[in-house]
């Protein structure tokens, strides 16, 4: 596809319960971005890869959270032990350039509901 | 922490009306990006300004970026349901790819 993919669209979970986030970036770009997006608020930084290292991870909110990006391609957001706060909008941008402010292109999100 | 405040939060108007949202920080940032998000899609980039005082026009929107950097708005003329949707300000500081979004600004616009 032409643009960044996520999946799941939808994630119902138990507390307590793990979960996997994937993101399928554009073709070629080097960044990779996670933010989560809680119900009335702006996307929150969470973490960023360039290629397969992972540059800064300063908005990951607890070590629960975890994400790789192995192969310099598709990324996963792993939350482990989810808890109710976790629920929200995970969204995954790529743009094309290294660590400057090229256009961010995001995905349609996956929205996690932790019961 | 840099923090940007949006306003107003919710905004509902009818066709054709004109309408500003404000953008504003304490902190200064090196550009500034406009996004507009619809219900169950990403953010979707509209502009970037970068200078002090600089406006950019993109049709019926107008956005200008404050002499300090702290702030920006968004001006659109002739507003129409098609620009119904969740408009978001984010600041990139230093470290140039980290963006700092605001809570945003839903505008409605009635036929």
């Known amino acids: 596809g032409a643009g960044v993919s996520q999946s799941p669209r939808y994630k119902v979970a138990k507390r307590g319960q793990d979960v996997a986030l994937r993101c399928d970036p554009i073709s070629g770009h080097v960044s990779l971005f996670w933010y989560q997006q809680a119900l009335g608020q702006g996307p929150e930084f969470l973490t960023y890869?360039?290629?397969?290292?992972?540059?800064?991870k300063s908005g990951l909110p607890s070590d629960r959270f975890f994400a790789e990006r192995p192969e310099g391609s598709v990324s996963t957001l792993k939350i482990q032990r989810t808890q109710q706060e976790d629920s929200a909008v995970y969204l995954c941008a790529s743009s094309l350039g290294g660590p400057r402010l090229d256009e961010q292109f995001f995905g349609p999100g996956t929205r996690l509901t932790v019961l | 922490t840099q923090l940007l405040e949006q306003s107003p939060q919710f905004l509902s108007i009818q066709e054709g009306e004109n309408l500003t949202v404000y953008c504003n920080s304490s902190s200064v940032f090196s550009s500034l990006q406009w996004y507009r998000q619809e219900p169950g899609e990403g953010p979707v980039l509209l502009v970037t300004v970068v200078t002090g005082g600089e406006v950019k026009k993109l049709k019926r929107l107008t956005f200008q970026f404050g002499d300090a950097r702290k702030d920006s708005s968004l001006h659109i003329t002739a507003a129409q349901p098609g620009d119904t949707g969740l408009y978001l300000c984010a600041g990139a500081g230093g470290s140039n790819y980290k963006l700092t979004f605001g809570k945003g600004t839903l505008l409605t616009v009635n036929p």
């Open positions: 890869f360039q290629n397969e290292a992972q540059l800064d």
